[in-house]
């Protein structure tokens, strides 16, 4: 069973700054990537950014909404994911859930998996 464990959330000021934590545990697949969506009430959800370190499938992604403001990095503790989030703006007021995307072996599968939600909140 794929369990999460997310913190990080909470209230800043427009120009602050936050991150993001998410420890995943039971994957049981070599290839996988992991990252954060966001979803506002009445709105798609949306990806925010993702990595993957599953060799040789090694990358990151950014919507460009969050590029040059957010940083998604793995830490030392195996499979656990940050976001760094700076200049945070109003408009990044969101939930924020963590994800797992896991694939097969042979890559033509894949599954996701999410968290229950951090909420963070951008207001004057």
């Known amino acids: 069973q794929v369990q999460f464990v997310e913190s990080g959330g909470g209230s800043v000021q427009p120009g602050g700054s936050l991150r993001l934590s998410c420890t995943v545990s039971?994957?049981?697949?070599?290839?996988?990537?992991l990252g954060w969506f966001r979803q506002a009430p009445g709105k798609e959800r949306e990806g925010v950014a993702c990595?993957?370190?599953?060799?040789?499938?090694?990358?990151?992604y950014y919507a460009d909404s969050v590029k040059g403001r957010f940083t998604i990095s793995k830490g030392d503790v195996k499979d656990t994911v940050y976001l760094q989030m700076n200049s945070l703006q109003t408009e990044d007021t969101d939930v924020y859930l963590c994800?797992?995307?896991?694939?097969?072996?042979?890559?033509?599968?894949?599954?996701?998996?999410w968290g229950e939600g951090t909420l963070v909140t951008v207001s004057s």
């Open positions: 994800n797992a995307n896991l694939w097969t072996r042979d890559l033509r599968v894949s599954r996701n998996f």
């Open positions: 990595i993957s370190t599953s060799s040789p499938y090694t990358y990151t």
């Open positions: 039971g994957i049981s697949t070599d290839y996988y990537a």
